[in-house]
């Protein structure tokens, strides 16, 4: 027993290693302690545990995934550290494997996707004027899914290894004959669970969008924000089952022996790819397109003009949802199924730079004749804008196949997928935080600071990054541990990027407890001279969201509420408000799944039926629960809201 | 504000020609040593044109505008005009543009792409080189099944001829890149793929896997002699002569995973087992399997540090 | 919570705002489940031909069973229809006695579906015999384990049903089982004729 504790259930002989467990430990202590000594228990139960607010998930998900955002950003300069000292083996291939593993997958599936959910979990529903989304118990279903899969693949570092395939995770190495174990399992459940949360996500804000829009609004009146939303939910609710077939078959591969994607048996390794780029190429435009609609939103507050194009904004993101479908095998052209199949692959791939140049082109428009003022959120939209044009037009050489054979594999990919990844996605983030803290937070994040982190951030991004395009033309592969001499220089230059960009994000994080301890209180709803509905209400926002719904009567709905006069209060005309119950059964029922995943990953089928009899337990309590939620009185919606706005005039 | 982007901008500048002087030498794939890759060097160029003009457009309208349109105290409401919301003429030029752009790109590649497929015109008077390359965890196996030799880690070819590689692999996806000769393709276990590469220069290149195959995979490289005709020749009698015979059992130990010296043999694999059909998709596992269930430890090879 | 008014009249499950939005969130989930299992079909369709060692599916798949299988699915999503019906009549005992035989018409399914597994098992195709019957067993079973869990699914309701009758939250759920068993049969009628019929012709 103790002998299988030592040598395969925790990980051992590793200096690193020890460390992140001890300070787990002792984080794990402390928080519980705190709790404990402060009576917080109660209240983290009560506020959060159980909540079905959005405002609150979205919350939730934004402090995860900036938790994760760290864990990634360790693991990135890891890797840094290795590639500018790589004779010292700081790291062996095996430990380098494992962490650019974890990078990639907790970058994309656990940091960029719930950044962005949760933005759009807490604005959404705002900007179409509605008082929650269409189910909210799914919603925190979703939520808890996607921190107890984030905590199980997190915790393959120091219990049974971490998974060291990359992000792709290709068979057949990464299947069972070649490398069996249990790391890889913590891959595929762990996703296998967030994913399933996604998916859910992707209903619920379909359903939400199309069905709870205050009077008025009709599709072409919503705020971009929210046709991206509408527009990446649904290519989550069409690309993430195909994420869950593909996990599952691997899974069924490396647990009960089939022969999907294995040497043996005339499996079909190829498959595996195939399946991943379908869902993995949508997925890159899941995390970007929120980002549009972001920069869509904060150019046009900031440069103080309606959106440019607003109708060529919402059908090019359509044409791109379109088109992410068809072009997966430029990640494989390489793989050698002919000329005809890269030719139609490339030019559909081409084809998306156009949409997306439309979108570029109609960001300056929206700017052009405006007046531009340079806060936080604006500086981020703007860096965006170069930054991310390089990403682009590398996209497109990448996308000519002829050449692709020459770049496929190398340092030019990986500085093209950052320049989407990061100037759009992170810088996206970053953006659409700063723009909505106020709202969440009641007060603006310090501009100073905010300035301070965004120049570290952006400098530190181009010199990280754009010299990996000319390692890639020097033919260095990624992924790679060890390097040769004439690679070395830009490698350095690459490290003093990164270590600029730590510095931005420690600032960032920074200006988080400086704001909270020293920013100006909001004293009104509406921080920036906003557009849209979400600054219609009080801030803090009630839990209600509005008081009495607003009529909305064309684009821009707030401005035009402002230019009237009107407010989302109309005390002669309330009426008691309907809203849905806290539950623990998500936060339980996904501690269950906890549990069977556990199981599955080491194969302990007891543990892992024990987990899912305690999954189905849940849904069956769900099923016969028949609490519809509870009314909120005139006289409480009038005392809130007198409360809330009586500083307001 | 506008001296902040300026001296970010020349920031950026010194930090791109810095790159640029420093780097230049070594940028293999811009500097091919045969047709292939300089047919892929010419594509590339050409949309690093075309590419760079897009970014400069980008970056003067968007200078122009941020200066032009930035609030300043002294332009009060001056050119602002908040329902300013789309115009027809300027949304038309700017799909249109990038579509001719973007068809401009389009027929050069689908060119090459069909080009690539078939051995380079300029060496269509000879027939040629088959070599079969075959990876493993995490070495290469060259076989030239008409000269009836086998190298592992390294290859030799002869100039001004087409090498046509058939590529497989006997577990994990690999992929074949020697980048101052030309573009790669991936090996995979239980089927064959194509490549054809030449050297018009002779002359030692690098080679290697670039597609992630796990522990080793930083190691699994190889060089390529490229040398002309008769040399090549020559070489091949002597392997012919001196080299060993590969038996099965001796293939069957090269096979598990580890790393491997340069070696060469005077027959080849192929008698025993091809990787790139179907049934031999399977021969390393009934071999290896448990040598997998270990993290291995890698010893020699020919390791990147000693060269 | 609503942004549309309740209605008074038009069938019971339609009536609030909260139900036609359950609805229309059942029909999106039923759209990334076709997505779910032309996933699978395709997979299945790439290994087709992979057999191995293992027996081709011509030589095991037997018309008569699986008409049989088809003929108690299709039967039970024409009872599940008249439950439905029943439901709109008023009448809970109707919906009842038809919604019980419907799902014995599915644990009939399933019960086939189980001996028609063991019975390849004994003839040499399991899970991991070979890519195809890989891809067989999974897409099959797919489909089997959502007959399972829409039986339970149903069960559950039945008790409810009996406890409140027939409210708008009741026949809302039981509107949204109906659609889900309807979906099945339309996936099986897939398997039936690209896996079952051109198994046993090619
Ligand atoms: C103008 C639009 C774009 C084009 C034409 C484009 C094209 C490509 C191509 C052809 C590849 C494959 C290269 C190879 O593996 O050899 C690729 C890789 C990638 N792209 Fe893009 N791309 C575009 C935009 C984006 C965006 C917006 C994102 C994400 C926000 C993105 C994220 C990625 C990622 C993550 C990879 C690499 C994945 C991996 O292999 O690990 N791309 N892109
Ligand atoms: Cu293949
Ligand atoms: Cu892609």
């Not at chain 1, 821009?556 to 009237?564: D, R, T």
């Not at chain 2, 196996?141 to 880690?153: A, G, H, K, L, W």
């Not at chain 3, 039981?174 to 099945?184: D, K």
Request: proline share 5%.
């Amino acid at each position: 027993m103790l002998d299988f504790l030592l040598n395969e259930f925790l990980v051992t002989g590793d200096p690193l290693i020890y460390g992140a467990m001890v300070s787990m430990v002792l984080v794990s202590i402390a928080i519980v302690y705190v709790l404990t000594y402060f009576k917080k228990w109660g209240y983290l139960w009560r506020e959060w545990l159980t909540t079905v607010d959005h405002k609150k998930i979205g919350i939730m998900y934004i402090i995860a995934a900036i938790a994760m955002l760290f864990r990634g950003g360790v693991d990135a300069l890891l890797m840094r550290t290795q590639l500018t000292l790589p004779g010292m083996e700081f790291l062996n291939s095996q430990h380098y494997n494992e962490i650019f593993t974890t990078h990639g997958t907790i970058m994309i599936i656990f940091m960029a996707m719930p950044f962005l959910i949760g933005l759009m979990n807490f604005v959404v529903p705002l900007q179409i004027g509605a008082r929650d989304v269409a189910f909210p118990f799914l919603n925190a279903v979703s939520f808890w899914s996607f921190a107890i899969g984030a905590l199980l693949f997190n915790l393959s570092f120091v219990i049974g290894g971490s998974p060291d395939a990359g992000w792709t995770n290709y068979a057949p190495m990464a299947g069972p004959n070649l490398n069996p174990g249990p790391n890889i399992n913590y891959y595929l459940i762990g996703l296998q669970i967030s994913g399933i949360g996604t998916l859910a996500t992707g209903i619920n804000f379909l359903a939400t969008i199309l069905k709870m829009r205050a009077p008025g609004m009709t599709l072409m009146r919503m705020p971009i924000f929210t046709w991206s939303s509408l527009i990446t939910s649904l290519i989550i609710t069409f690309a993430f089952p195909i994420l869950t077939v593909a996990l599952a078959l691997m899974t069924i591969d490396r647990i009960f022996g089939s022969q999907f994607f294995t040497l043996t048996g005339d499996g079909m390794p190829m498959m595996w790819a195939n399946l991943f780029w379908l869902w993995g190429h949508p997925e890159v435009y899941i995390v970007i397109l929120p980002a549009f609609g972001i920069f869509s939103e904060v150019i046009s507050t900031f440069a103080r003009k309606q959106l440019f194009g607003y109708k060529a904004m919402v059908w090019s993101m359509v044409i791109i949802a379109g088109l992410s479908f068809v072009v997966w095998v430029h990640h494989f052209f390489t793989m050698g199924a002919g000329a005809g199949v890269n030719s139609f692959f490339s030019i559909t791939t081409m084809l998306i730079s156009v949409p997306t140049g439309v979108k570029i082109f109609n960001w300056l428009g929206t700017m052009y004749k405006g007046k531009i003022r340079f806060d936080t959120p604006m500086l981020w939209a703007l860096g965006f804008i170069p930054c991310f044009v390089l990403g682009g037009v590398t996209g497109v050489m990448l996308a000519m196949a002829a050449a692709d054979y020459q770049y496929h594999n190398t340092y030019f990919l990986v500085a093209h997928f950052h320049n989407v990844l990061i100037a759009g996605t992170v810088f996206g983030c970053f953006a659409g935080l700063t723009f909505w803290y106020p709202k969440m937070f009641g007060h603006k994040m310090n501009e100073t600071l905010g300035k301070i982190s965004f120049w570290f951030f952006l400098i530190g991004f181009n010199v990280c990054f754009l010299p990996m395009y000319f390692l890639g033309f020097a033919g260095m592969p990624r992924r790679t541990y060890s390097i040769e001499p004439e690679w070395m220089p830009l490698n350095v230059v690459s490290s003093v990027g990164a270590v600029l960009m730590a510095v931005g994000f420690a600032v960032f994080v920074y200006n988080i407890y400086y704001s909270f301890r020293y920013s100006p209180r909001e004293t009104q709803g509406d921080a920036w001279d906003g557009r849209a509905l979400e600054w219609a209400t009080t801030t803090p926002v009630p839990f209600y969201n509005f008081a009495t719904v607003p009529k909305v009567e064309g684009p821009e709905a707030y401005w035009l509420m402002k230019q009237k006069g009107k407010t989302t209060y109309d005390k002669n005309n309330l009426e008691p408000i309907h809203m849905p119950s806290d539950s623990g059964v998500p936060f339980i029922m996904m501690a269950f799944m906890f549990v069977a995943g556990f199981g599955l990953v080491w194969e302990w089928m007891i543990v892992a039926i024990a987990g899912l009899i305690g999954v189905l337990a849940c849904m069956f309590i769900r099923s016969f629960d028949y609490d519809h939620g509870f009314h909120v009185s005139v006289e409480e919606i009038k005392e809130t809201e007198e409360k809330a706005r009586r500083e307001e005039k | 504000m506008k001296y902040r982007w300026g001296k970010y901008v020349a920031l950026l500048a010194a930090a791109l020609l810095l790159m640029i002087g420093s780097g230049c030498s070594d940028m293999t794939v811009l500097d091919p040593k045969g047709p292939v890759g300089e047919s892929q060097r010419d594509l590339i160029v050409f949309s690093i044109i075309m590419m760079l003009f897009i970014v400069a457009v980008v970056m003067v309208a968007l200078t122009y505008i941020l200066v032009k349109f930035r609030e300043r105290p002294d332009r009060g409401d001056k050119d602002y005009d908040p329902d300013h919301e789309g115009n027809t003429k300027l949304e038309i030029i700017w799909t249109v543009v990038p579509l001719i752009i973007v068809t401009a790109l389009s027929v050069p590649t689908v060119i090459t792409i069909f080009q690539l497929e078939e051995p380079p015109e300029s060496s269509s008077d000879k027939e040629p080189l088959v070599v079969h390359a075959t990876a493993a965890d995490w070495k290469w196996f060259f076989s030239y099944p008409e000269q009836d030799i086998e190298t592992v880690n390294y290859l030799h070819i002869p100039t001004d001829r087409a090498i046509e590689f058939r590529l497989s692999s006997a577990d994990s996806m690999a992929s074949l890149w020697i980048p101052a000769l030309g573009g790669q393709k991936y090996n995979m276990a239980g089927m064959e793929t194509k490549l054809y590469l030449q050297a018009d220069e002779a002359g030692t290149y690098q080679g290697r896997n670039s597609n992630f195959t796990g522990t080793g995979f930083a190691e699994q490289t190889f060089d390529v002699h490229a040398e002309p005709a008769e040399e090549f020749e020559s070489w091949v009698e002597e392997t012919q002569q001196n080299a060993p015979e590969l038996t099965q059992s001796e293939y069957d130990k090269l096979l598990a995973p580890g790393l491997l010296e340069e070696m060469e043999f005077s027959s080849t694999h192929l008698e025993y087992v091809d990787h790139g059909e179907m049934d031999g998709s399977d021969y390393l596992i009934e071999r290896h399997q448990e040598a997998f269930e270990e993290l291995p430890h890698l010893e020699g090879g020919r390791g990147v540090g000693d060269e | 919570m609503s942004a549309e008014s309740d209605l008074t009249t038009g069938p019971l499950e339609y009536r609030s705002h909260e139900d036609r939005m359950t609805i229309l969130g059942f029909w999106i989930f039923l759209g990334a489940e076709i997505a779910l299992f032309s996933t699978l079909f395709a997979t299945y369709a790439v290994m087709f031909g992979r057999t191995a060692k293992a027996p081709s599916p011509a030589e095991l798949f037997e018309l008569p069973m699986v008409l049989i299988m088809t003929f108690l699915l299709l039967t039970s999503s024409f009872t599940c229809g008249i439950a439905i019906h029943e439901m709109r009549r008023g009448s809970l005992k109707g919906l009842l006695t038809w919604l019980a035989v419907t799902l014995l018409l599915g644990l009939g399914f399933l019960g086939f579906e189980i001996y028609e597994f063991v019975h390849y098992a004994h003839e040499g195709a399991t899970l991991p015999s070979s890519a195809f019957w890989s891809s067989f067993f999974v897409l099959t079973g797919t489909h089997g384990l959502h007959v399972l869990l829409g039986i339970s699914w149903a069960s559950l309701l039945i008790v409810q049903l009996r406890r409140r009758g027939l409210t708008q939250v009741t026949s809302r759920k039981m509107f949204v089982v109906g659609l889900y068993w309807h979906f099945l049969d339309v996936i099986w009628i897939f398997i039936f004729t690209s896996v079952y019929l051109i198994g046993m012709v090619v």
